[in-house]
């Protein structure tokens, strides 16, 4: 049963470990000693090795490793038009208790997709340079509501009625999208870790403790979702990456699908979702349960977190275990996370990587024949 259109049997989250020079000239870039035109072509360099290793290894879908990217997120919440970043910082506490430091995000102005798109040169390059599918990932638009603290400051005067900055968001959001489609896009994925972060029992609370119902604020995560990708092609696969943190091999959530699921699987107008699955933070795959016919689970039962090499008998076993829930047709491979989703990367050497990577294919083309 192998699969010719995405998600594919064996897929990929998306960031890839950042190559040590070119972390370097990215710092040269920001400290003023490397033009930008400069880096750009060591950018160009290191996308295409990239490219050969994940083509290398039997993927299907290729991404560009977000390697011009600082981030996941931000870099692309401040390419939108009317969004700016602010002065304020503050943590967003991390497992081995080194937070992530989060910038704050002020929307000053009315919210659109600029000129050109955001991004749309990223997706071009990579494009061009592979002949298999190639995929974007972007931020959902979920991602402006932090659970943590109220990270996000709305001018009043932009927008006296708050709810219509979701509405500019939407059509920013398809705007990007549309650009992205003119120049070849065929495989987008929004990438969500707040619609995971409600499965944590300590964070809904605190939601509540704040006046935050998480329920409706579940509802507004699958709209606003939903509203970004509403015009795409209809060739176009979506699916979304239900993350609960990954920074420096460190994670800042736990808790299992089934205070989510039911409604978000069934909510969301996309085509599949990556899941994660490496270790019991994740709980159980009964949740599986509520996946409709026609939507596919990616199963993240390899770790990106760790060096470590998953025995292929142990993902057998569990991916048979997640088959009694939801057929097996309906499932696929990756990664749990990506292995960089900021440039710091997550710790373990790009050879691990492509192992990782490599036992994903091998085991998909086991099962289900991939190849």
């Not at 219509?164 to 065929?186: H, I, K, N, P, T």
């Not at 979702?273 to 509520?290: I, M």
């Not at 993902?315 to 097996?328: F, G, V, Y």
Request: glycine share 6%.
């Amino acid at each position: 049963m192998p699969r010719t259109t995405p998600p594919f049997r064996a897929d990929h989250v998306g960031s890839l470990l950042r190559p040590k020079k070119l972390l370097d000239a990215r710092q040269s870039w920001k400290d003023g000693r490397l033009a930008r035109e400069e880096l750009a072509a060591l950018e160009d360099a290191a996308i295409l090795e990239a490219v050969a290793m994940q083509e290398g290894v039997g993927l299907k879908s290729v991404t560009d490793g977000e390697f011009r990217r600082d981030d996941w997120y931000l870099d692309f919440i401040f390419s939108l038009d009317g969004i700016e970043r602010g002065d304020e910082t503050f943590p967003i506490p991390f497992s081995d208790g080194d937070p992530f430091t989060a910038t704050k995000i002020n929307v000053t102005g009315k919210v659109a997709c600029p000129p050109g798109g955001v991004m749309r040169n990223h997706y071009a390059y990579l494009h061009h340079v592979t002949e298999e599918t190639a995929k974007i990932t972007i931020p959902a638009p979920s991602m402006l509501r932090n659970l943590f603290v109220e990270s996000t400051d709305i001018s009043r005067e932009a927008y006296p009625d708050p709810e219509e900055f979701w509405v500019d968001l939407g059509q920013a959001y398809r705007d990007v999208m549309m650009e992205l489609a003119s120049c070849g896009c065929r495989y987008l994925q929004l990438d969500d870790v707040n619609t995971c972060l409600l499965c944590n029992d300590e964070l809904r609370e605190m939601n509540r403790k704040a006046g935050r119902d998480p329920d409706a604020l579940l509802d507004m995560f699958i709209s606003v979702n939903n509203a970004a990708i509403a015009e795409r092609p209809e060739d176009m696969v979506v699916t979304t990456h239900m993350c609960r943190g990954n920074y420096r091999s460190q994670w800042c959530s736990t808790g299992a699908y089934d205070t989510v699921a039911e409604k978000y699987f069934n909510g969301m107008d996309i085509d599949g979702f990556f899941l994660e699955y490496d270790s019991e933070r994740a709980g159980g795959f009964e949740p599986l349960r509520f996946m409709p016919r026609g939507k596919f689970a990616v199963l993240g039962l390899v770790t990106s977190k760790t060096p470590q090499l998953e025995s292929k008998d142990d993902l057998k076993r569990r991916i048979d275990e997640a088959a009694r829930h939801l057929p097996l047709e309906q499932l696929c491979l990756s990664p749990q996370c990506g292995f960089a989703s900021t440039h710091q990367g997550n710790r373990l050497s790009e050879d691990d990587q492509r192992r990782k990577l490599t036992l994903v294919v091998e085991v998909a083309d086991e099962i289900w024949g991939y190849s």
